[in-house]
């Protein structure tokens, strides 16, 4: 089955990094994401990462894959109070043929405390 | 500058009443979505359409209609059949379905009064 899992709410200090964890259950997921939502606004898409690689690395944002536990990592690193948000991971299942269709967690609130 | 637009950002709509979300691109995008989010859950696929004329239901279109005779435009009709019409709609577009870089509108927040 299509299933994503986050942990609701995760509270860090300014200046320390925050780690955002997410569980799947499609091991033929092709592309994992990660998105950020700011109050009463659409998605942004922070971040993905190819299902062959473990890692990628990008300014701040740190994803890493470990496709044997089938689990997904968010690192930001010097969190600022501007990150505060809801972060949704997703995936492209691979039943999902040529549909387009994203598989999203439920979402994670990260707040950043000054 | 390129995006996508929802129209409007708040929506109040009585029961009984069909309403019509709106949803433009000026990114090219061949391929168009329609989400629904509801709070401490993640988002919900409602219809999709990979090109013009043409359109597929997601998981959760039942009380839902779309059209989509611009390749722009994809409008969401949220329909008196639809039980629980209060939630936040999503817009999303992607250059086609096997490109899965999908991007987003600012969302579209309906009432039931």
């Known amino acids: 089955g299509e299933d994503v899992e986050q942990s609701l709410f995760l509270s860090v200090r300014e200046g320390d990094s925050s780690v955002i964890n997410c569980t799947y259950t499609d091991s033929s997921s092709t592309y994992l994401y990660w998105y950020k939502q700011e109050p009463g606004a659409g998605l942004q898409l922070l971040t993905y990462?190819?299902?062959?690689?473990d890692m990628k690395q990008d300014q701040r944002l740190t994803v890493l894959l470990n496709k044997k536990d089938k689990h997904l990592s968010l690192r930001i690193a010097d969190t600022q109070t501007g990150d505060s948000a809801i972060y949704f991971c997703a995936e492209t299942p691979s039943l999902s043929g040529n549909t387009g269709k994203l598989i999203f967690g439920q979402g994670t609130t990260l707040q950043v405390k000054p | 500058d390129g995006g996508i637009t929802q129209s409007p950002k708040y929506l109040f709509r009585k029961e009984g009443q069909n309403v019509t979300l709106s949803c433009e691109q000026n990114?090219?995008?061949?391929?168009m979505y329609w989400y629904r989010q509801d709070p401490g859950q993640g988002l919900r696929l409602i219809y999709y359409?990979?090109?013009?004329?043409?359109?597929q239901k997601g998981d959760i279109a039942e009380g839902y209609s779309v059209s989509r005779e611009k390749k722009e435009s994809f409008p969401l009709t949220v329909t008196s059949a639809q039980k629980n019409p209060t939630a936040f709609y999503l817009c999303?577009?992607?250059?086609?379905?096997?490109?899965?870089?999908?991007?987003f509108g600012q969302g579209t927040r309906l009432t039931v009064v």
């Open positions: 990114l090219n995008h061949d391929a």
């Open positions: 999303a577009s992607s250059w086609t379905v096997m490109n899965t870089e999908a991007f």
């Open positions: 990462i190819f299902s062959n690689m």
């Open positions: 359409s990979q090109i013009v004329n043409d359109f």
